[in-house]
């Protein structure tokens, strides 16, 4: 089993910026990917970035160029740094690990921005 805890969400307004960390304990050896969803309300849980080995790296493409995915393996963690934040940014955010034993999800971190 894989834990993941998020921290780091909360209210901007348009323009801002937030960084999201997210910290994994437990059997991490054999996590192939981490990465970061997010859901609005009434929609689907979508994808926003993702880092694989070899720094492997992919975003969605509403975020390219405003949001950066970064892996600290020592720590054992993984960070997402949110610029020019928009309202349809809004969501809930989830931590996402991929082993060969499954996938793994944090708690969720609330961000709103506001207009």
């Known amino acids: 089993q894989v834990q993941l805890v998020e921290s780091g969400g909360g209210v901007v307004q348009a323009g801002g910026s937030l960084r999201l960390s997210c910290i994994a304990s437990?059997?991490?050896?054999?996590?192939?990917?981490m990465g970061w969803y997010r859901q609005a309300p009434g929609k689907q849980r979508d994808l926003v970035a993702v880092?694989?080995?070899?720094?492997?790296?992919n975003y969605v493409d509403s975020v390219k160029g405003r949001f950066t995915i970064t892996r600290d393996s020592a720590k054992n963690m993984v960070y997402l740094q949110m610029n020019s934040l928009k309202p349809e940014d809004t969501a809930v955010y989830y931590c996402?690990?991929?082993?060969?034993?499954?996938?793994?999800w944090g708690q969720g971190t609330q961000v709103t921005v506001s207009s």
């Open positions: 996402n690990a991929e082993s060969l034993e499954g996938a793994y």
């Open positions: 437990g059997r991490r050896f054999g996590i192939n990917a």
């Open positions: 880092i694989r080995g070899g720094d492997r790296i």
